[in-house]
C-alpha cells in the first residue's frame, strides 16, 4: 500500500465520520456480520496486498480456536487418523505460492439487477505470498484410502443452533495438486482474522473454498453436503437472461474465478496532449493473464497495456497504461483482460441469482480539457 494515499484519504473523511469512527474504537458492535470489510479499490496498488489492507469476510461471528490447544484433527477415509500440532505440522517441507483470494461475491453490488447479500464492490479481493505445507504432505501421513475422492474442511467456527455452519469439501485430486495449510501470509504469522493459526490455500478458485481456522481434514466419498455446498456457492450449468432463478440443480458448485481485470488509479482530469498514466490489476482462474487492453471507444478498438514481470501461478499481475489526450471532453477508458486459457473479459458478466464472479468490463471516466 500507499500509506500517504491511505492517510490523504483518513484525512479527507468528512469530521462527523471521524467522531464515529473514534466512537467505534469504544464501543463493541452488537448486530450484524462486524468482520466483512473490503479494501477500496484506489487502494489495491501493491503486487503484495499489506495484511492490514486485506479484505475480511466471515459467514459468522468467529470462534477462533485456542492457540494452546489448537490441532489439527485428520479423520474421515484414513488409514491413520492424526492429531497434529502446529510443531508437527512445522517438521515437513514448506511449501509458498502468491496468489489471488478473491470473495466469490466481489462486485455483487454491480449486477443488475440489484442481489441480496455482503454488497462487495471491487474490494473484496488481494494478492498475498501464503506459506504453509502441502495438504499432500500431511494428507499422505495419514494414507488416503482409494475410495476418498473429496476432502471435507472443518474450520473452528461453527455457528450455534438453526444457523447453518460453514462446512466445505473439495474435491481431492485439487486438494493434492496445489493446496497449501498456510500459518504465514507476506512472511508475517497468518493474522487471525485471516485463519489463524492455520487456513486453506487453494490457487484460482474463489474464497468459499479457503477455509479459516483449519481444525478437521477428511477425505471423504462423496461431497460435503449443506446449505454452503448444496444452495450457496453454485454456479449456472447454462446461464439465462439477467433475473431468471436457478434451481440447485441446474447448477454447478463454483470452483475457478473468472478473468477480470480493475482500473486502481487514473486521473479525474487530463490535458490534451499530456499523457497520463492508468494502472491496474488483472488475474483469473487460469494460471497467468497474458494481456491486458485499454479501449477508449467503449470497445470499438484496443490497445495494450504494459504488464508488470511479477507473477507466480494464481497470482494477480499489476499492469499500467500510457495514455495521451486528444479531445476535449468526457472520455470513458476501459480495461479487460485476456488469460493464459485464451478468456477474455466480457463486456457483461455472467448473470446468477448470488451475484458471483462479476467480471464486466471496468471503466473510468477522465475529464479532459485543453
Ligand atoms: N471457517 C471459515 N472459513 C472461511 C469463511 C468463514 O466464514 N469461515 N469465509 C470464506 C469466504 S466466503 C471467503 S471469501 C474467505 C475470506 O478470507 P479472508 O477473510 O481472509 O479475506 O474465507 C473463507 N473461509
Ligand atoms: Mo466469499
Redesign the pocket.
Known sequence: MDRRAFLALAAAVPLAARTLLAAERRMLQMNGYP?NAETPLELLTDYLTPNDL???????I?RMPDMRTWRLAVGGDVNHPLSLTLADLRKLPRAEATCV?????NGRALHTPILPGVQWRYG?V?NAQWRGVRVADVLARAGVKSSAKHLHLF???DPPGKVPP?HRSIELSKAMDDCILAFEMNGEPLPS???APV?LIVPGW???H????VVRLEPQAAPQTGFYMDTAYRWPIKPGEPGVVFKPEEMNPLTAMAVKSNITTAPARAKIGKPVEIRGFAFSGAPDITGVEISENDGKTWAHAQVDGRHAPHAWRLWSFRWTPRRAGMATLTARATDSSGATQPREAVWNQSGYLFNAWHSVNVEVTS
Do not use: E, N, Y
Open positions: 468482520l486485506f479484505f475480511v469476510r466471515s459467514h459468522w468467529p483470494l478473491q470473495c466469490a461475491g473484496a488481494g474450520g473452528s467456527d460453514f482474522g485471516h485463519g487456513r474463489a474464497g468459499d479457503w477455509m479459516k481456522w
